[in-house]
């Protein structure tokens, strides 16, 4: 049903097709942190031309738990695109030497792109501020994981969902579940994009806020997000709106004993550094669910998962 398959967009993936990914991860996750068999011989190409950590970290270490090999860049001035190769050519070298790509890049659509050049399987780890459809994947395992499901929630999306693919992704994401509510919360100028916004029309109940304040005692999920420096056209705009929401104690207390809050990390700073010691806090088991979701995702387009319960 996966196998063969490239990871461009959330939207590509049924709910059914998501359900069957978290009930993976999630067997992945109790086969604990031996090293599995599944994708032996197996090489994945990672091809970063944007800074990450966790996004690439988490397919490597999850490509090798999973008995595979990684290999890749994350520095494209140490590769041939430094002396003037194009993308397409880059992606044909990726695709004889690996099984499946990872690339996160700055243009949207360039994930796309590379999968039109490549015969292996393409995964998109953020194209601009488009999609980040992986990300996505595990914000919503996180939630199945910590509340016991998705359908019936009420969520809010706090801070930049106009230039984040997280958010985006994540609000994509939703729509294939039966959530109660969603809020979107930002400052007027870092609204969500009309066109996602249009997609939204009818498939979710939604409202727009600008202040957290407003939902923080009547939600199940805050999803927060940084401020995305890299993608404003004019540093003095974001100079201005930077510091214009934060989560704090003070806030929190207006919020329900089982609020969880997600992020897909990095925070700097639109976080208090006292929320990480709190039970709202997820953001880290977030993250480390990374590891047991992007297993899932590359045994399932790479056709091993049903060797999966063969495995001691
Ligand atoms: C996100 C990204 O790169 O879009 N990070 C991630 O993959 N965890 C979010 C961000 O950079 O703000």
Do not use: C
Request: aromatic residues 8%.
């Amino acid at each position: 049903m996966l196998k063969g398959r490239d990871v461009l967009s959330i939207l590509d993936f049924t709910k059914g097709e998501l359900e069957r990914l978290f009930e993976t991860a999630f067997e992945m996750e109790k086969k604990g942190r031996g090293k599995l068999r599944l994708l032996e011989g197996k090489i994945l190409a990672t091809a970063f031309f944007e800074p990450s950590t966790r996004t690439r970290l988490s397919f490597e270490a999850a490509m090798l738990r999973l008995g595979g090999s990684a290999v890749g860049f994350s520095d494209v001035g140490r590769t041939s695109l430094a002396k003037g190769e194009n993308l397409a050519d880059t992606i044909r070298m990726l695709d004889a030497y690996a099984d499946a790509i990872v690339i996160r890049h700055p243009i949207e659509g360039a994930a796309k792109l590379a999968a039109e050049v490549a015969k292996s399987p393409v995964i998109n780890a953020g194209d601009g501020s488009r999609h980040h459809p992986t990300q996505a994947m595990i914000d919503l395992y996180t939630i199945w994981r910590e509340l016991g499901g998705i359908d019936g929630k009420r969520i809010a999306v706090l801070g930049d969902l106009r230039y984040g693919r997280a958010a985006t992704s994540l609000i994509y994401g939703l729509t294939s579940f039966g959530i109660e509510k969603l809020f979107l919360v930002s400052p007027p100028s870092l609204r969500l994009r009309q066109e996602v916004m249009d997609f939204l029309g009818g498939k979710v109940n939604f409202s727009e806020v600008e202040n957290v304040g407003e939902v923080i005692g009547d939600i199940d999920v805050l999803y927060v997000t940084r401020v995305q420096r890299e993608r404003f056209p004019d540093p003095a705009e974001y100079e201005k709106i930077k510091r214009s929401y934060r989560v704090d104690l003070g806030l929190l207390e207006k919020a329900k004993d089982s609020l969880i809050v997600l992020h897909p990390l990095p925070k700097v700073g639109e976080i208090d550094l006292e929320v990480d010691k709190t039970n709202f806090a997820r953001y880290f088991k977030q993250a480390a669910y990374g590891v047991p979701v992007r297993m899932a995702i590359l045994s399932l387009v790479l056709g091993a998962v049903g060797r999966l319960n063969d495995q001691t």
